[in-house]
């Protein structure tokens, strides 16, 4: 996988492009925080993981769809399927040291990773701050 500027494409859409059938496990949920992983169908691989921060003043203004992404939906697709007035903020990737629990879900001896920021803001509000990260094993860089 390589890593460049993809305007206008989600991560997911780039994932499907690379690795074919992905889904979304939510590893973890706690108040406005959530750990996910992006896993290969094929074979169940962890090729992407991500760490959310939900911003309470997004929250209020798009609440019928926060519910729809703490049942599983995907951040991204659900956002940009619900029509309302959005904008999508992406850093630059770059390479940065990875936490235990990350490297433990992609079950790698590598440290570090590619990973970049998303941020989501809904009729101006924020509303969903990303953190990537991308698996080593299947990463280019």
Same mark, same amino acid.
Not at 14 to 18: P, T
Not at 110 to 123: A, G, L, P
């Given at each position: ?7 206008g494409?989600l991560?997911?859409d ?5 690795f074919?059938a ?6 973890l ?5 959530r750990t996910?992983?992006? %896993?290969?169908? @094929?074979?169940?691989?962890? +090729?992407?993981?991500s760490?959310v921060?939900?911003?309470d003043? /997004?929250i =209020? ?23 309302v007035?959005?904008e %999508?903020?992406e @850093?630059?990737?770059?390479? +940065?040291?990875?936490d235990?629990?990350?490297i433990?879900?992609? /079950?790698? =001896? ?14 101006s509000?924020?509303y969903?701050s ?5 698996n ?6």
């Open positions: 996988m390589e890593f460049q500027r993809t305007e494409k991560s997911t780039i994932l499907k492009e690379e074919g992905i889904r979304l496990d939510i590893v949920r706690k108040g406005n925080l996910s992983c992006i %896993r290969r169908v @094929s074979d169940n691989a962890a +090729v992407a993981c760490k921060l939900f911003h003043e /997004g =209020k203004v798009f609440d019928q769809f926060h519910k729809d992404i703490l049942a599983g939906g995907k951040i991204g697709e659900t956002i940009q399927h619900s029509g007035p959005h %999508r903020i @850093s630059e990737f770059s390479q +940065v040291r990875m235990p629990d990350i433990s879900l992609f /079950g790698t =001896k590598r440290d570090v990773c590619m990973s970049r920021t998303v941020e989501y803001r809904i009729r509000l924020p969903a990303i953190t990537e990260f991308y080593p094993e299947y990463a280019n860089f």
